[in-house]
């Protein structure tokens, strides 16, 4: 099948029977739905870039397993090329959209899951790779979306699965039959669930022989009987509801993560890509982890560069752009964005093949990648804020500039002493200034900062957890011994 349209996609979501709820109601047009449909738009350019001539060679990539001409983000990555086009490809989908646009969870379990389930199989004689080789066959030829389902609720953080006084709290097999499992559980703040036509389910954590039941990872289609999703609502979203598209920000696209929750949901044995093989567990989260700990070194440049270019907006339109202060600024923005895609880069150019063939990403780079990224967006944020002016945050709202109530004495209108007190440079519109100033504000602090700063912190895993693998790769021992030689000690 060829690839989908952006159009086509969105059609194909409406197909489904999946179970949206959001304000302590089940959403029946979800698709539609003013809150959620931003999101849509988002993961719809995935397939719109695909389309586009322009971006072909970023975009799309021959298929490893049929040859076919796919969407790069259901590729399983062939050489450190592919790993670099896939940062490319990220930071040119945050440039375009100033959001979390979704997709590259799935890629990133693809290839995690790929290379997990082939040493499986080496070790246990199990079917998990095949299955899998099937499964993403499947995904590759109806260029489908799939989220990469990974953070358990985790309960008691002191507690291992399975001393949970709730076994629920990590997913979990509870039956096992001759022709599949059923299991129970869920996951928190999953990107794109809802957007997504399947989900694959991954352990969150190293699990021990004891833990065997939570030491499961399969794919099931979004709308499979018993699953359901809790929409995750951000700052300010319900601005969306309120008609001012302007007050929105970024009214065209925004990110999206909900609480799926898996009831008693059977997953056939083809679908089966570990079921207690414990000692596997970690080998998935770590190489799952890593490719997404190497995406934020794509996907928050391209939207730090939409946060840089609205911070230089704001200063031209404010009359200030030629200050040495704000132009240096501007350039320590920059500096920290692009150390963030060098390090996306770099964990890319010194990527490696797996016992599987697919290609991994430097696992200690790909760390420091997103430890930086714990840190930068916050300073490229706070600069912003600091050029952009309080006016981001005190500016009325798109109804008052519109306003025909009239409120001075020689009959001006709310509308003509808004448009009149924030004019500012001649020849920028006050328009203009409302839409960089809200832009702003919603990627410092409204709906968009779950992209840029929440999740630059905690998605793909929080900073510790990040430091706990840099000092696994950090081999300290090493560089011991390379003190010890120059400095002439010996042993
Ligand atoms: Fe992709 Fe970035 Fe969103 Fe993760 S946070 S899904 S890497 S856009
Ligand atoms: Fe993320």
């Known amino acids: 099948m060829a690839l989908m ?13 999946t179970r949206v709820y959001m304000f302590g109601k089940k959403i029946e047009n979800w698709v539609d739905d003013p809150m959620i449909r931003p999101s849509i738009n988002c993961v719809a350019m995935t397939y719109a870039l695909a389309q586009d001539p322009k971006y072909a060679d970023l975009m799309t990539v021959k298929s490893s397993l049929t040859g076919h001409t796919i969407n790069r983000f259901t590729h399983l990555h062939q050489s450190t090329e592919d790993l670099i086009n896939k940062v490319k490809m990220q930071r040119l989908l945050g440039q375009k959209t100033a959001s979390c646009f979704q997709r590259c969870v799935g890629m990133d379990s693809f290839n995690a899951v790929f290379s997990t389930t082939f040493e499986t199989d080496e070790a246990h004689g199990t079917h998990y790779h095949e299955n899998f080789k099937k499964f993403l066959t499947m995904v590759q030829d109806n260029d489908l979306t799939v989220d990469g389902a990974m953070t358990d609720p985790k309960g008691d953080r002191s507690k291992a699965p399975h001393d949970q006084a ?37 352990p969150t954590i190293s699990m021990s022989e004891a833990d065997k039941d ?50 008693h949901v059977f997953i056939p ?36 560069d939409v946060v840089i270019g609205a911070a230089a907006l704001a200063a031209e339109y404010n009359g200030v752009e030629k200050a040495s202060a704000v ?3 501007l350039i320590e923005m920059t500096h920290l964005n692009e150390t963030l895609y060098s390090c996306g880069i770099a964990c890319s150019c010194e990527g490696c093949p797996t016992k599987a063939g697919n290609y ?33 945050v005190t500016l009325p ?17 709310i509308s003509e002493i808004c448009n009149k007190y924030f004019a500012a440079h001649e020849g920028v519109s006050t328009e203009d200034r409302q839409r960089v100033m809200r832009f702003l504000e919603n990627m410092c602090l409204g709906a968009a900062a779950v992209g840029y700063r929440t999740e630059s912190m905690h998605g793909a895993g929080s900073p ?21 030689d120059v400095a002439g000690i010996k042993d």
Not at 5 to 17: C, P, V
Not at 280 to 299: I, K, L, N, P, W
Request: glycine share 10%; net charge neutral.
């Open 5 to 17: 349209t952006a159009k086509e996609y969105i059609e194909s979501l409406r197909k489904l029977n």
């Open 166 to 202: 709730d076994p629920d709290m990590y997913v979990h097999v509870v039956e096992r039959r001759p022709d599949g499992i059923v299991v129970c559980g869920a996951k928190c703040h999953q990107t794109g669930s809802v957007n997504s036509h399947w989900h694959i389910f991954m």
């Open 214 to 263: 939570w030491a499961v990872s399969f794919a099931c289609p979004t709308d499979a009987e018993g699953m359901y999703m809790i929409y995750g609502r951000q700052s300010c979203d319900t601005r969306k509801l309120e008609g001012c598209s302007i007050d929105v920000g970024n009214a065209k696209f925004g990110g999206q993560e909900a609480l799926v929750v898996l009831d």
């Open 269 to 304: 044995n083809e679908y089966i890509f570990l079921n207690g093989e414990c000692e596997f567990a970690g080998m998935m989260v770590e190489r799952f982890a890593g490719y997404h700990r190497q995406s934020y070194g794509g996907c928050k440049v391209g939207v730090g």
């Open 327 to 329: 132009k240096d600024k």
């Open 360 to 392: 991994q990403i430097d696992l200690l780079l790909a760390n420091v990648c997103k430890q930086n990224v714990t840190r930068f967006p916050y300073e490229i944020v706070r600069l912003a804020e600091d050029i952009a002016g309080g006016l981001m």
């Open 397 to 413: 709202s798109q109804k008052d500039f519109e306003s025909d109530t009239v409120v001075g004495n020689n009959g001006e209108t």
């Open 464 to 484: 510790q957890a990040q430091r706990i693998m840099i000092a696994r790769q950090g081999n300290i021992q090493g560089k011991k011994q390379f003190a010890k």
